[in-house]
């Protein structure tokens, strides 16, 4: 134990100084911090540091740890030797408000394709001002992308100059087929419509195809990729490891953010029903519920700002297994909600980060893995047998 005298002498903080010098291209101790919780207590330490804004994690078979930085970087970082590589051939994506390089996924297949998806901001070639969600497919040799596919892009109509709510989170399920969100961009009203894309959660086959059982494919002037309507921001998707069912977050305006349960065709509301208020105060609408829309399966009033989510299904937290883990922008909070038959039956901060925290991934050997970004980092927590 080092005693007060020692801390406060000059020669103490000289070598402290000194030797804060020496490391200074060493992964800092951002967090080293013990986090005792009603059912696990664990160690945080920092895993990698050196990013802007991560905005995804995936892990490739091999352990590795693919990150996404929303200013358009993508790093695939050596889970043994913590060390991070930049991963070239990145498409140009538009880094402005809330717009980037978003998430990334790992095909279910990955060892034998070696493909990753990447959920970024594309812009219009003559308008770079106007935006949207695009989807790419690529095969990842060494630290390159090769034989890139733009698997979704929206028509150009669609692009517009606001750089809010791309939402631009995608999952596969257990069938192979790939969803991801686009959020409203700030046209809350065109989550209801059918005839375009924002708003909406998503539905391909892995090579960009549509799937001729989904729900809108017959459907007259309707956009034949679309799953679910009525998502106002989506940037959470994560599939039940026992169930299979897909839950997503979305973030509300004042108030109402949500997490909902998906199923082919459902309406979730926004804007006709919502929880939330204008961020002024006003109201959005009286309604809270509607006959054909789909309640949430929680709300979270004052918003959390809700962002990634994944389901526990390692081996390491044992009395964590299957819970749902929470990511949140605003709260800098990770929570744990425990779900039975669709139902939260229990809910509790975790960790208080301190930062905004972007993502959370269950990862190799069962650690969990945090994306912050205050300053730009990977945490992960390592369980403490009591
Ligand atoms: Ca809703």
């Not at 060493?26 to 664990?42: A, L, M, P, R």
């Not at 028509?155 to 959020?183: A, N, P």
């Not at 299979?244 to 949500?258: A, N, V, Y």
């Not at 139902?343 to 190799?364: F, L, M």
Request: charged content about 25%.
């Amino acid at each position: 134990m080092i005693n007060n005298n020692l801390i406060t002498s000059p020669s103490f903080l000289l070598l402290f100084f000194i030797s804060s010098y020496v490391n200074a291209n060493d992964v800092q101790n951002w967090d080293d911090s013990i986090e005792k919780t009603i059912k696990e207590t664990f160690k945080v330490e920092t895993f990698i540091d050196g990013f802007d804004i991560p905005w995804g994690m995936a892990f490739l078979p091999n352990q590795n740890l693919i990150v996404s930085d929303r200013n358009g970087n993508l790093w695939q970082v050596d889970y043994n030797k913590k060390k991070k590589t930049q991963i070239v051939g990145v498409p140009n994506v538009r880094n402005k408000g809330q717009g980037g390089l978003l998430d990334v996924q790992v095909h279910p297949d990955f060892i034998n394709n070696h493909y990753i998806y990447l959920g970024f901001t594309s812009y219009l070639k003559r308008r770079k001002n106007k935006t949207f969600t695009s989807i790419v497919r690529a095969r990842l040799k060494n630290n390159s992308l090769i034989d890139q596919k733009i698997i979704y892009k929206a028509d150009d109509i669609y692009y517009s100059g606001v750089t809010v709510h791309y939402g631009t989170r995608i999952v596969f399920d257990k069938e192979g087929y790939l969803y991801f969100s686009i959020g409203d961009r700030g046209r809350r009203d065109q989550a209801q419509l059918l005839d375009y894309p924002n708003g909406k959660i998503h539905r391909l086959h892995d090579d960009g195809s549509i799937p001729t059982n989904n729900p809108f494919i017959q459907e007259k002037n309707a956009i034949k990729s679309i799953w679910t309507y009525g998502n106002r921001n989506p940037q959470g998707l994560a599939i039940h490891p026992v169930s299979s069912i897909i839950f997503e977050t979305e973030h509300g305006p004042k108030g109402g953010d949500e997490l909902n349960i998906l199923s082919s065709g459902n309406n979730y509301g926004w804007p006709e029903i919502t929880y939330g208020k204008n961020y002024s105060g006003t109201t959005i609408t009286k309604y809270t519920h509607k006959k054909g829309m789909e309640q949430p399966v929680i709300h979270w009033t004052p918003s959390i700002a809700v962002c990634g989510i994944d389901f526990y299904d390692g081996e390491l937290f044992k009395n964590w297994e299957n819970n749902l883990l929470v990511s949140s922008l605003k709260f800098e909070n990770l929570y744990r909600l425990e779900i039975k038959d669709n139902k939260v039956t229990e809910q509790e901060i975790v960790y208080r980060a301190g930062s905004r925290i972007r993502d959370v991934e269950t990862g190799p050997e069962g650690f969990i893995y945090l994306a912050l970004e205050d300053p730009g980092r990977i945490v992960r927590f390592i369980p403490i047998k009591n």
